[in-house]
């Protein structure tokens, strides 16, 4: 079980179009997802945590109107990155915390390696 | 601010040689320590955990004891094998909340 999925797993795109990138539990219900960003051998650097039915919270320094969150139900979110650059070109990662478990464990999904040319 | 620091890879072992990873990190108030695995190809699996000051979270051999008066969670293996190679995350997470703080990872490779 606490099985998270994405997709796609890999994306290029032009700069100046948007991308959607899928997180799913798929075997439990998540409350809480949690979007990271990971750049060549370095750390997952958290952008967002996204409750289920609510506004995401953003970390300082990403941008809202950049990295658009939706967690619609409890076992989706949604990252769409808007006018894509190529700046944007990094590893995202999502994860998920059952609901209401004790514990803080989170469940990652395999990451989308996004290419922005 | 909360942050984690972890050594820096690549660490090349011998099958069955003993491997510790060091990990501090400097946090306000407790926070609760985990170390994290990433094979390739695949997601972050949670490796172990510790909550509290001296706790030992233990798992497939590898164990990592909560120093409070070292702020250090370092990871430990007394026998690494081959499918022990992988990339170890050490993270934390403030009390109360959920967000996790990762260190940069650490590759370890393992020869037979």
């Known amino acids: 079980g606490a099985v998270v999925s994405q997709h796609p797993s890999r994306v290029i795109c032009k700069s100046g179009t948007s991308v959607k990138i899928e997180c799913r539990s798929l075997d439990f219900q998540a409350t809480t997802m949690f979007w990271y960003r990971q750049f060549p051998k370095q750390s997952l650097m958290l952008m967002a945590t996204?409750?289920?039915?609510?506004?995401?919270?953003?970390e300082q320094g990403v941008e809202k109107d950049k990295f658009l969150i939706n967690h619609a139900s409890l076992t989706l979110s949604t990252l769409t990155v808007t006018s894509a650059h190529p700046e944007d070109s990094s590893f995202y990662i999502c994860?998920?915390?059952?609901?209401?478990?004790?514990?803080?464990?989170?469940?990652f999904g395999p990451g989308t390696r996004l290419t922005v040319l | 601010g909360n942050s984690v620091t972890q050594m820096e890879g690549p660490v090349t072992l011998s099958e069955e040689a003993f491997l510790t990873i060091n990990c501090t990190y400097t946090?306000?108030?407790?926070?609760?320590l985990f170390w994290y695995v990433q094979y390739p190809g695949e997601g972050l699996q949670l490796l172990l955990k510790a909550t509290k000051a001296d706790d030992k979270g233990s798992n497939k051999g590898f164990e990592a004891t909560y120093r409070k008066e070292t702020t250090s969670f370092h990871l430990e293996k007394g026998s690494v094998q081959v499918s022990d190679s992988a990339v170890y995350f050490c993270a934390q997470s403030p009390a109360g909340r959920r967000a996790l703080t990762f260190g940069s990872g650490t590759r370890l490779q393992v020869q037979p």
């Open positions: 946090a306000t108030g407790y926070p609760s």
């Open positions: 994860s998920a915390s059952r609901a209401r478990e004790l514990g803080n464990e989170q469940f």
């Open positions: 996204s409750n289920e039915g609510s506004k995401a919270t953003y």
